[in-house]
Each structure stands twice: as C-alpha cells, then as structure tokens.
C-alpha cells in the first residue's frame, strides 16, 4: 500500500532553514508527480512546490528563491529545502502523490513547522 510519511518539522527562527523529508512506500517517482503542500491555521490548503517526473519543478509566488524540492530515488524520499523562513510560512506541511495515468493521489499526515522567535 502507497504511503507518504512527513518528518523534519520543527520550530525555527524567522530567517532559519529547514528541510522537510517525505518517506514514500511503494511509490516510484517516475509515474508520480510530487507535491508539497501548506495549510496554515484558519487559512485554506496551498501548493508550495511540484516536482514532476521529468524533474521539472514549480513553486507558488510564497517560496520562489527560498523553497527547492527535490528527490532521491535510492531513498525514496522527495525533500523540502525552506531557506529564509518567515512566520508567514507557519504551517502543518503536507507531502502529495498523485500517479500520472491513473490519476490516484495519496497525501501525508503532515508535519508542523513554527517560524517565530
């Protein structure tokens, strides 16, 4: 059974970093576009960053110059680098798979991520 399985949360300092790990069981990266998704309190779910097969990638207005996503095969885990932090990035972060033929999506249970001092 496909499962995705968030870590790296935490709190940090407004200009920190941090890097949030995706472990995804029984999913290969080739046919799955990978997303990372935020949903901060009050406020509704929203893309953070896409990595496509190809290793194309894409990232919402919020993250451009600060978020990079990416993978490794061989652990089978998509990352979340998060540079400059600011409180505004406050958020339970999700990791999303969905396969690209047969369009079945997976999601995380999320992983928290404060920004304050």
């Known amino acids: 059974q496909v499962q995705l399985v968030e870590s790296g949360g935490g709190l940090v300092q407004p200009g920190g970093s941090l890097r949030l790990s995706c472990e995804a069981s029984?999913?290969?990266?080739?046919?799955?576009?990978m997303r990372w998704y935020r949903q901060a309190p009050g406020k509704q779910r929203e893309m953070v960053a896409t990595?496509?097969?190809?290793?194309?990638?894409n990232y919402a207005d919020s993250g451009k110059g600060r978020f990079t996503i990416s993978r490794d095969g061989a652990k089978s885990t998509v990352y979340l680098q998060m540079t400059s932090l600011k409180s505004e990035d406050t958020a339970v972060y999700y990791c999303?798979?969905?396969?690209?033929?047969?369009?079945?999506?997976?999601w995380g249970k999320g992983t928290l991520v404060t920004v304050s001092s």
């Open positions: 999303y798979g969905r396969h690209v033929r047969l369009g079945t999506d997976y």
């Open positions: 029984r999913m290969s990266f080739s046919l799955y576009i």
């Open positions: 990595l496509a097969p190809s290793g194309t990638t």
